[in-house]
């Protein structure tokens, strides 16, 4: 297949993929998770040729621990979105996935309104295995989405920890949610979590929760006091909604958009994704040059014995990066 056959390729998929056609966006993304050197090739020259219809979606991050409900709860939103004439793309960021059939289905399930939804697109978290490769394939099929016409993006974050930043780093706004039950939920806050966040929402505020939805609200605004706030135009708000009937989530979205505003008109937006653009491509080369470490068999099998070796006081640390080095260049 010649050069000019490549750039036809690229420049029908980029069309098929700008008219919104679902099954292209499936294989455009498929592409984009490649690890094979020329679908790799083929996946910069798409996002580079669609570059130009990208980032005009509102980007919302979603976190929240277990059993809080982060599915119901975009589920709600999104429906309530696409109700609204909205597309919304719905992607994970999970490390720990392996991927199989399974999962996708779970997914679809979790979602059971939007997996049905002719303007919702949800897609599972790639199966790359660490953090770097997740995230930098989730950023690209965010941009493919957006392409594709999805005005809304939902990154739900699945993994714990590290994902939380990595998520909070590809999106506009970082939503936390958590559970009513005032008292030792701040004990299960994480301080770096809440210093991301753009709101907390209390989810569950229905039935007899409502009171203890509340309190737990006053206590998570009294504890964002005591944090400098992300930014320096928008106060992170605390609300109380509930996925189970829909209470509260158009309130929740009027204040996603309000942070827009402010943030638009500020500049801040602006200076904050050419950043976060700057710091994907930094990310992504040292992805990129630490493969062969995990491709190179040799390498890998010789990686133990020096690491033993360093923790053991009998190789120096910078001997061992020669070594590696050497190995490397071999």
């Given amino acids: 297949m010649g050069s000019s056959a490549q750039s036809f390729d690229v ?20 592409l984009v998770e490649s690890k094979r050197a020329d679908h790799r090739r083929t996946a910069a020259a798409l996002t580079q ?24 709860t975009i589920d709600a939103l999104g429906s309530m979105l696409t109700g609204r004439g909205h597309k919304v793309a719905v ?3 999970d490390p720990s996935s392996r991927r199989t ?7 679809k399930t979790r979602m059971a309104h939007l997996a049905n939804d002719a303007n919702a697109f949800i897609r599972p978290s790639p199966a790359s295995g660490t953090l770097g490769g997740v995230a930098a394939k989730t950023r690209e099929t965010m941009l493919l989405c957006e392409a594709a016409g999805h005005d809304v993006v939902l990154v739900e974050t699945v993994g714990v920890g590290q994902s939380e930043i990595a998520v909070a780093d590809m999106t506009d706004f970082f939503l936390v949610l958590m559970l009513p ?21 209390v989810n569950k505020a229905d039935g ?34 509930s996925a189970l009937t829909g ?27 050419g950043e976060q653009q700057v710091k994907w491509m930094w990310e992504m080369l040292e992805e990129r040059l630490f493969a062969p470490l995990r491709a190179d068999r040799s390498l890998k099998a010789a990686l133990p014995r020096i690491e033993a070796a360093v923790a053991a006081g ?5 001997a061992a990066v020669e070594e590696i080095a050497n190995l490397l260049e071999k």
């Fill in 314 to 318: 009998q190789l120096a640390p910078n």
């Fill in 101 to 107: 059939g399974g999962s996708i289905l779970a997914d």
């Fill in 91 to 93: 992607l994970a960021v």
């Fill in 208 to 241: 007899d929760n409502v009171s203890r939805a509340k309190a737990a609200a006053a206590e998570y605004r009294a504890a964002l006091h005591i944090l400098a706030p992300r930014s320096p135009n928008w106060l992170p708000p605390v609300m109380t909604y």
């Fill in 11 to 30: 420049v029908r998929l980029a069309r098929d993929v700008r008219a919104g056609d679902r099954s292209v966006l499936s294989r455009a993304i498929t």
């Fill in 181 to 201: 039950g005032a008292g030792d939920e701040l004990q299960g806050l994480k301080k770096g979590v809440v210093e991301l966040a753009d709101m907390i929402a």
């Fill in 49 to 72: 040729e669609l570059l130009a219809a990208t980032g005009k979606a509102v980007r919302v991050g979603i976190t929240g621990a277990p059993g809080v409900g982060k599915s119901t």
């Fill in 247 to 273: 209470d509260g989530i158009g309130a929740l979205w009027e204040k996603v958009l309000e942070h827009r505003q402010k943030l638009t008109a500020s500049g801040e937006l602006a200076a904050r994704r």
